[in-house]
């Protein structure tokens, strides 16, 4: 496969050049003196921009077409004296031509069920997501983050990209409210608690979330009261076919329930490279939850609370109903709360008028798909080295030791089990690998 982008220009007259991402994005080299070049970024976000992009990938005058040797050595006649450190955002691969073939991919997975990819790579830029695109493409592809919402039910047949793009990079902050750009491969956890620590507040109700950052708005994580996309500026990412990098905005991610657009109709379609994110530093607290309140207040921390305290105590409603994915394996809810409509609620109540729910968008209802397995007696059952937590009925466990088919197989059954118990179709969260 040969992809589309990136493409090599330069300014003819002068030693100005690009690198064309995708139908909207430029790099620039700029010089500065005789020996130093400033890198400018470029998103087209109206009209004259998109029109100077569609300019320089035409060639039009006075833009010169350049294979990537030559724009590499015109590159090297002078060094990046100031670059603009957008995570990933470098034009060469950086781990070319190290797949790792038939590699054991179960520890970098939170369920940690053992399974191998036929080969893996580990991708630091964006570069190096474009390279492996094209290497090895008679193979398909897999992409995978932070791990902690797949279950490896077989072996990968493939390629599988491992997200390692780092770097966290303030864009704009008007001393209120800041911007700021994640690479991909940033674990979760640790961009809240970075943001917690620069004052950047908003995202506290999601501490403790496994996962990566880039992973984040693919199924809109959320947790007491607040979701990704509450928080969610932009994020770009780069197409499988053509390598065009492209920027979604809010709206065009389609953002739901633990979904987005890229679980429905661009699914398996790109690779997320980075995410940017609006925090405030007087960010309003969301401290509705019922759980949240009251772990405050046994805190006395119910009054003049910070952003910081209710990152603690999410944190430790997180850790005493949920277990450790470092000590047990689990993907969190292992299935959604179920949107149902308010007549099968009603069937539900006329046998369990004590069922949980809570409303839904369009008038339906969600239902605790916790109390629902629960309820049904799965809560704490286990099967070989894997059950339900015994804390928390959503949330599947591999003691150590279960494959992902064992896993599945306590899944289906459960499924199969509230499906005869109360009529409603369970829908799992967790992607799974090899069915
Ligand atoms: N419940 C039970 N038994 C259980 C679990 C829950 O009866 O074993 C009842 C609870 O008593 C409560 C209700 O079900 O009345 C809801 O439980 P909880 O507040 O724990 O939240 P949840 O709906 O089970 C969702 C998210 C969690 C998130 C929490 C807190 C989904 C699929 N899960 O769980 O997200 O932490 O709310 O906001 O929406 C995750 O996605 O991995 C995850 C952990």
Not at 286 to 306: F, H, K, P
Request: charged residues 25%; proline residues 5%; contains cysteine.
């Amino acid at each position: 496969m040969s992809i589309d982008y990136p493409q090599f220009r330069k300014l003819e007259g002068a030693p100005n050049l690009y690198i064309i991402e995708g139908p909207k994005h430029v790099t620039e080299w700029q010089p500065m003196g005789d020996s130093k070049w400033v890198v400018h970024q470029h998103y087209a976000s109206d009209y004259p921009r998109y029109q100077w992009v569609s300019e320089l990938l035409q060639g039009d005058d006075p833009v010169r077409f350049l294979n990537v040797d030559t724009w590499k050595r015109l590159l090297n006649e002078r060094s990046v004296a100031s670059a603009d450190e957008i995570p990933g955002r470098t034009p060469y691969p950086t781990n070319q031509g190290l797949w790792r073939d038939n590699a054991p991919v179960g520890a970098l997975t939170t369920f940690g069920a053992e399974a191998r990819a036929s080969c893996i790579f580990e991708v630091k830029s964006d570069a190096d997501v474009r390279w492996a695109l094209q290497d090895r493409d008679e193979l398909p592809l897999m992409v995978l983050g932070g791990g902690s919402n797949v279950l490896m039910c077989q072996d990968w047949a493939g390629r599988m990209l491992h997200m390692n793009i780092l770097g966290i990079q303030k864009v704009t902050d008007d001393g209120n409210a800041v911007e700021v750009v994640v690479g991909a491969g940033e674990s979760w956890h640790a961009w809240v608690m970075h943001a917690l620590e620069c004052g950047w507040n908003g995202l506290e109700n999601l501490a403790l979330i496994p996962g990566s950052v880039g992973a984040s708005p693919m199924q809109n994580i959320g947790a007491y009261g607040v979701e990704v996309k509450d928080r969610f500026a932009w994020l770009e990412a780069i197409h499988r076919d053509t390598g065009a990098l492209e920027r979604f905005e809010p709206k065009r991610c389609a953002f739901g329930y633990r979904d987005s657009v890229f679980k429905q109709s661009e699914k398996e379609k790109w690779v997320i490279v980075r995410v940017a994110f609006s925090l405030e530093r007087t960010a309003p607290l969301n401290t509705q939850y019922g759980v949240i309140q009251s772990e405050l207040q046994s805190r006395g921390w119910d009054r003049g609370t910070t952003h910081r305290q209710v990152a603690e105590v999410v944190m430790a409603i997180r850790q005493s109903k949920l277990p450790d994915p470092r000590e047990i394996g689990n993907a969190g809810s292992f299935f959604k709360n179920p949107v149902v409509s308010k007549e099968v609620l009603a069937r539900i109540q006329r046998n369990h008028p004590e069922v949980v729910y809570y409303p839904a968008p369009d008038g339906g209802v969600k239902l605790a798909a916790g109390w629902l397995i629960d309820r049904a007696g799965w809560k704490g059952h286990q099967r070989g080295a894997c059950g339900v937590h015994d804390q928390q009925a959503l949330v599947l466990v591999n003691y150590g030791g279960a494959t992902g088919a064992e896993i599945w197989a306590l899944a289906h059954e459960i499924m199969e089990d509230i499906v005869d118990k109360y009529g409603v179709q369970l829908v799992p969260e967790v992607n799974q690998v090899g069915l």
